[in-house]
């Protein structure tokens, strides 16, 4: 790991503002809230594509097609799939984003396309995507990670990094008003 922190230091980093969507299985929205009301900013902290359990972060998509085959490619089991999914979206500004999609960066951290595709659920030890995911969680100064979705040929996503936002970031959930339903910080 202290190879890929020396790495990051060198990254190049970009600043993003975007509309993105996420889908969820609606249950996990109302696990901690409720009855207050769904939980849009909801981690898990269990394992996944850019972090180990523990390390709390947000998933999203840039577009809601990119959304949704990245849930159904995820929950493929019949129990997941037959229950309701929830798309919703929100309005981000993060100002330092390491993104995946540029082989520059790809290139400044020794990492190829294929390291980053690399099949995480059945595997025991981490990968190179959740190792570099952990090295930006422990970072503070990378707040997210843009990357193509592995759930389509076209596409991308975003890992959030909710405990590296700073007061010149956040993720307001979009409602049917101008006052977000949930924001982050």
Known sequence: MSELTALLAKAPLRRLEATLVRAVAAAALFSMRSPEG?????????RNRFNLTGTRCLYFSETESVALKEYQNQFRAAFMALQPVTLFYAQVRLKFVLDLTEE?????LRISKQDLKMNWVDTLSATTS???GEAVAARKKI???RYDSVATSSGCNLVIFPAN???????RILGPSRKPLQKWP
């Open 130 to 132: 959740q190792r570099l």
């Open 38 to 46: 769904p939980d849009f900013l909801f981690t898990s902290g269990e």
């Open 143 to 145: 707040v997210a990670i």
């Open 165 to 171: 936002l700073n007061s010149m970031d956040f993720v």
């Open 104 to 108: 520059t960066t790809l290139k400044e």
